[in-house]
Nanobody, 120 residues
Framework: QVQLVESGGGLVQPGGSLALSCAAS????????MGWYRQAPGKQRELVARVTSGGFTNYADSVKGRFTISRDNAMNTVYLQMSSLKPEDTAVYYC??????????????WGQGTQVTVSS
């Protein structure tokens, strides 16, 4: 079983910066893609950014140039550096990880979510 523990988040003024981190633990064979999703009130959960074990990244158009995702494979940790934050970035941010268990079964794990609020 894979557990994801998120940290960071909070309240920040528009134009400010915030960093999130997510550490994976448990017994697994490989950790492939790790990423961040977000869900604002009344909206569907959407992909923010994702990074593969090989370092390939993709971002939502709305955050390109403002957010940076990175990953420490040795620590099974993924980070999201958010800059130039806007009120519309306000949401609950969820960490996600996809990989294989020791039984070579695919897992799709989620963190508990962390609130990011951008407001003056």
């Amino acid at each position: 079983q894979v557990q994801l523990v998120e940290s960071g988040g909070g309240l920040v003024q528009p134009g400010g910066s915030l960093a999130l981190s997510c550490a994976a633990s448990g017994n697994f064979f490989s950790m492939n893609a790790m990423g961040w999703y977000r869900q604002a009130p009344g909206k569907q959960r959407e992909l923010v950014a994702r990074v593969t074990s090989g370092g390939f990244t993709n971002y939502a158009d709305s955050v390109k140039g403002r957010f940076t995702i990175s990953r420490d494979n040795a620590m099974n940790t993924v980070y999201l550096q958010m800059s130039s934050l806007k009120p519309e970035d306000t949401a609950v941010y969820y960490c996600n990880a996809i990989g294989y268990t020791v039984l070579r079964e695919i897992f799709d794990a989620w963190g508990q979510g962390t609130q990011v609020t951008v407001s003056s």
